[in-house]
């Protein structure tokens, strides 16, 4: 995973005015999670920017007030009108304990279906897995090379070493969907248009014959 690295403050005072109160300054009220105990503190809005706003998954070095925290996001709250970050939960994580976050796929190769004329569809752009933070990827690798018309890869089709997959195995990833063009093989395709223009050869009148 990517490494990002915040700094924030610990908080004095806990409580909806307080918080309120840091809003008003542009900090953004954080919990860490996972600990022995539950760490409250608060950083800079504009720290989030390389964080929230991107689909890479980070390992976030928090550092408060000469204390290092090794977390990983979990969970964000949002202003339901303006969109404004307010609230901000991390878990904090152990080299010996596995850690769940959400990890963005990354599809490769040119599939068989839509060189046919199908469209990729893609329904997942993370999937949440678990392991330890060593041995989380930045991204899941999903090779599309085989995959033709109509056929799709779910959950339960992909595997990767020393991490697991949570999400429900039957959960569609991805798929080729069918397009307007897409019901025949190339083959068959060059076939159909090569007996057309046949056809439009023969209706038409012989070069050079006389019309009654």
């Known amino acids: 995973?990517?490494?990002?690295?915040?700094?924030?403050?610990n908080r004095t005072e806990l409580g909806k005015k307080s918080s309120k109160e840091?809003?008003?300054?542009?900090?953004?009220p954080c919990v860490?999670?996972?600990?022995k105990e539950n760490i409250h503190f608060y950083t800079h809005e504009n720290n989030f920017k390389n964080l929230i706003y991107t689909p890479d998954a980070h390992l976030v070095i928090l550092k408060i007030e000469g204390k290092e925290y090794n977390v990983v996001l979990k969970d964000i709250q949002f202003h339901p009108v303006s969109d404004k970050i307010l609230h901000v939960d991390f878990t904090e994580v152990a080299a010996d304990k596995p850690v769940t976050i959400?990890?963005?796929i990354k599809v490769s190769g040119d599939s068989a279906g839509v060189k046919a004329g199908g469209k990729l569809r893609i329904r997942r752009r993370s999937l949440l897995v678990k392991g330890l933070s060593k041995d989380i990827p930045?991204?899941?690798p999903i090779d599309i090379t085989e995959l033709k018309i109509h056929e799709s890869?779910?959950?339960g089709d992909l595997s990767y070493d020393n991490i697991e997959l949570l999400d429900p195995k039957k959960s569609m990833v991805l798929a080729i969907a069918t397009s307007?063009?897409?019901q025949k093989?190339?083959?068959e395709l060059e076939a159909e248009t090569a007996a057309a223009a046949a056809a439009a050869a023969a209706a038409a009148p012989a070069e050079g014959a006389s019309e009654e």
């Open 1 to 9: 995973m990517k490494t990002l690295e915040i700094s924030g403050f």
């Open 32 to 35: 860490i999670y996972g600990g």
């Open 180 to 182: 307007r063009v897409a």
């Open 138 to 140: 930045e991204y899941l």
């Open 153 to 155: 890869i779910k959950v």
């Open 185 to 187: 093989t190339p083959e």
């Open 102 to 104: 959400g990890i963005p």
């Open 22 to 28: 840091l809003r008003k300054s542009l900090n953004v």
